[in-house]
């Protein structure tokens, strides 16, 4: 038996059948038996092939048999849910909680570590799963990565999607910066409760849409697949960190340097990752607004955020290219030949590159053998970011080498 268990929450809508989509991928490569090893949790209103639609199974068996028109609660014979309620309320995820919960519970011995993966309200899953796994079994640690966690109309506000407790260890959350329906607004900083200062938390805002940083295939037949390839390298790495086996790597392993293109590739195509915002039809769902986090705030997600994404791309381009962000940012340094140098090294990066010089490189040119730098310290911003975003150890998480 494996010391570590893994669940896999999916969406609205969304299953194990899912193609091209992060958390169907992660669940089919995951090493091992379900229920011995990992646990797959179709999404609220979905209807798979090969399972049952979550909220019409009894969730205390594992051949998930049909609910019982009477009996106990206590028995698994909560209301009945169908396609409708489910993507309307997410009607039938507080079932795959209680699946879970009883899945966990049959582990002999119970496992060391329990890792989730989710995406919108299979993310939210992820929280009300560890909260109630807090009650029964506060002794194993979870580690969540939440990939633009939205809990829906009406569920925002309930103390189990909205409070993470102190036996979450590590908890990520993916943002997506250009969703903009109404009723899509995410559980961000200002939504969740942590009780426990010990959990290591940080939210990490990526260009696109609400599936931008899920749905792989799509993304990368749309031109906007750099978003996506990082997420699904981040979610990769953060699980295996902590114990999660797959039977072949979900994603590509991508260095400091390459990660740092990836970003730049981001920053470049900004302007076509934003028209991925759902259209006139789709706004019906709550309108079209601005997600709260940023509108006037994304400086409390990110130090430098006129140049840098997220937390997570300024602490790789710091590893990455010290000498240059100590001369840019941090206004320190007298090393112009080493910050030169690390400039001549993205010559075959020419999406990072072409950042550096809209921040005032001027490469060299035939006739001029000098690389002319920008102002010291020219990059540098007030600092507004929040103090967990900034005390957050993403070390701690696996995802620097």
Same mark, same amino acid.
């Given at each position: 038996?494996?010391?570590?268990?893994?669940?896999?929450?999916?969406?609205?809508?969304?299953?194990?059948?899912?193609?091209?989509?992060?958390?169907?991928?992660?669940?089919?490569?995951?090493?091992?038996?379900?229920?011995?090893?990992?646990?797959?949790?179709?999404?609220?209103?979905?209807?798979?092939?090969?399972?049952?639609?979550?909220?019409?199974?009894?969730?205390?068996?594992?051949?998930?048999?049909?609910?019982?028109?009477?009996?106990?609660?206590?028995?698994?014979?909560?209301?009945?849910?169908?396609?409708?309620?489910?993507?309307?309320?997410?009607?039938?995820?507080?079932?795959?909680?209680?699946?879970?919960?009883?899945?966990?519970?049959?582990?002999?011995?119970?496992?060391?570590?329990?890792?989730?993966?989710?995406?919108?309200?299979?993310?939210?899953?992820?929280?009300?799963?560890?909260?109630?796994?807090?009650?029964?079994?506060?002794?194993?640690?979870?580690?969540?990565?939440?990939?633009?966690?939205?809990?829906?109309?009406?569920?925002?506000?309930?103390?189990?999607?909205?409070?993470?407790?102190?036996?979450?260890?590590?908890?990520? *959350?993916? @943002?997506?910066?250009?969703? %903009? $329906?109404? &009723?899509?607004?995410?559980?961000?900083?200002?939504? /969740?409760? +942590?009780?426990?200062?010990?959990?290591?938390?940080?939210?990490?805002?990526?260009?696109?849409?609400?599936?931008?940083?899920?749905?792989?295939?799509?993304?990368?037949?749309?031109?906007?697949?750099?978003?996506?390839?990082?997420?699904?390298?981040?979610?990769?790495?953060?699980?295996?960190?902590?114990?999660?086996?797959?039977?072949?790597?979900?994603?590509?392993?991508?260095?400091?340097?390459?990660?740092?293109?990836?970003?730049?590739?981001?920053?470049?195509?900004?302007?076509?990752?934003?028209?991925?915002?759902?259209?006139?039809?789709? *706004?019906? @769902?709550?309108?079209?607004? %601005? $997600?709260? &986090?940023?509108?006037?705030?994304?400086?409390?997600? /990110?130090? +430098?955020?006129?140049?840098?994404?997220?937390?997570?791309?300024?602490?790789?381009?710091?590893?990455?290219?010290?000498?240059?962000?100590?001369?840019?940012?941090?206004?320190?340094?007298?090393?112009?030949?080493?910050?030169?140098?690390?400039?001549?090294?993205?010559?075959?990066?020419?999406?990072?590159?072409?950042?550096?010089?809209?921040?005032?490189?001027?490469?060299?040119?035939?006739?001029?053998?000098?690389?002319?730098?920008?102002?010291?310290?020219?990059?540098?911003?007030?600092?507004?970011?929040?103090?967990?975003?900034?005390?957050?150890?993403?070390?701690?998480?696996?995802?620097?080498?």
């Amino acid at each position: 038996m494996p010391g570590v268990f893994t669940i896999f929450n999916y969406g609205t809508n969304a299953s194990r059948d899912g193609e091209g989509e992060i958390v169907a991928e992660f669940g089919r490569l995951a090493t091992g038996t379900e229920y011995r090893d990992f646990l797959i949790c179709d999404g609220p209103g979905s209807n798979p092939t090969s399972s049952v639609t979550p909220g019409r199974f009894n969730p205390f068996t594992r051949d998930k048999q049909a609910k019982s028109t009477f009996g106990n609660k206590e028995m698994g014979n909560t209301h009945t849910n169908w396609k409708l309620t489910g993507t309307m309320t997410g009607a039938g995820w507080d079932d795959n909680v209680i699946h879970a919960v009883a899945t966990i519970a049959e582990l002999d011995p119970a496992p060391t570590a329990i890792n989730m993966l989710g995406w919108s309200r299979g993310a939210v899953t992820c929280t009300k799963m560890a909260f109630r796994l807090r009650e029964i079994f506060p002794q194993i640690p979870v580690n969540i990565f939440a990939v633009d966690p939205v809990a829906g109309i009406g569920n925002k506000g309930d103390e189990d999607a909205s409070t993470i407790r102190g036996n979450v260890k590590n908890y990520l *959350a993916v @943002l997506s910066m250009h969703e %903009t $329906r109404g &009723f899509f607004k995410p559980q961000d900083i200002k939504r /969740v409760t +942590f009780t426990n200062r010990g959990t290591n938390a940080i939210y990490l805002p990526f260009p696109g849409n609400h599936g931008g940083q899920v749905n792989l295939d799509k993304s990368v037949k749309k031109n906007l697949g750099e978003s996506p390839q990082l997420v699904w390298y981040l979610a990769m790495t953060f699980l295996q960190h902590f114990g999660t086996a797959f039977t072949s790597p979900p994603s590509p392993v991508y260095d400091g340097r390459e990660q740092c293109n990836l970003y730049a590739k981001m920053t470049l195509k900004m302007p076509a990752y934003k028209k991925s915002s759902p259209g006139p039809t789709q *706004a019906l @769902l709550g309108g079209r607004k %601005t $997600r709260d &986090f940023l509108n006037n705030k994304v400086d409390q997600y /990110v130090k +430098f955020s006129d140049f840098f994404i997220n937390e997570h791309h300024r602490r790789i381009f710091k590893r990455t290219f010290p000498k240059i962000y100590a001369w840019v940012f941090e206004n320190q340094g007298t090393d112009t030949a080493g910050v030169s140098q690390e400039f001549r090294s993205t010559e075959n990066l020419p999406a990072l590159k072409q950042t550096l010089v809209d921040i005032g490189f001027v490469p060299a040119t035939p006739g001029v053998t000098t690389i002319m730098l920008p102002i010291r310290g020219g990059g540098a911003q007030a600092v507004t970011a929040l103090g967990q975003q900034v005390s957050a150890s993403m070390s701690a998480m696996g995802l620097y080498v």
